[in-house]
């Protein structure tokens, strides 16, 4: 198994640059949604934007990239049993795991506060500002930079 470790990673490297595109496009598309009024064409235009995004390429992404990154932790649990890595709970409890962990819990988190901020919007519910949806499209992009560096630098590992 470990020989298909480096093509998982690759994968699942991809699958998370299809995940970030949409967490960081969404919320974009929202602060100009603000503009629009209710049941206008550019309301319905919006929200079909909007509702392809998660759908089409959102969900799907984030599915994938958790599904390839557990097999990354399920292989080097297999892995252990040959020797070629060490037990997988120690490797899941090093400091920069442990952090990039913690930033898939918010990005995961986050994806789904959107899922219900897009259904808002689709009932003409949104109280945010364009200014608010422009400012928290950040967060995942400063989440994403803690993560990378995290995983690539191994600190503490
Ligand atoms: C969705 C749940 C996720 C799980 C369970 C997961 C798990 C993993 C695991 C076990 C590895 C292998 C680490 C190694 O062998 O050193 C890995 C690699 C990687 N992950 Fe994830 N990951 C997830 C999401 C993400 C996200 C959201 C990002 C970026 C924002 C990310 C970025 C990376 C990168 C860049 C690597 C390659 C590291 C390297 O090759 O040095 N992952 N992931």
Do not use: C
């Not at 037990?87 to 795991?97: E, Y």
């Amino acid at each position: 198994m470990a020989k298909y470790y480096d093509l998982v990673r690759g994968l699942h490297i991809l699958a998370v640059i299809a995940w970030m595109a949409g967490l960081l496009y969404l919320p974009r598309l929202f602060a100009y949604h603000t503009r629009a009024e209710a049941g206008s064409q550019m309301d319905e235009t919006f929200q079909t934007m909007e509702r392809k995004l998660l759908k089409i390429i959102m969900n799907p992404a984030m599915v994938v990239a958790w599904i390839l990154g557990l097999t990354l932790i399920w292989i080097r649990s297999r892995g252990y049993g040959d020797g070629v890595w060490g037990p997988v709970g120690a490797f899941l409890a090093q400091p920069w795991m442990l952090t990039k962990l913690a930033g898939v819990v918010f990005l995961t988190g986050w994806h789904h506060y959107l899922m219900v901020a897009r259904k808002r919007f689709e009932r003409h519910e949104n109280t945010r500002s364009e200014k608010y949806w422009r400012m928290v499209n950040e967060l995942p992009f400063l989440a994403a930079i803690v993560m990378v560096l995290a995983v690539t630098t191994e600190f503490g590992g």
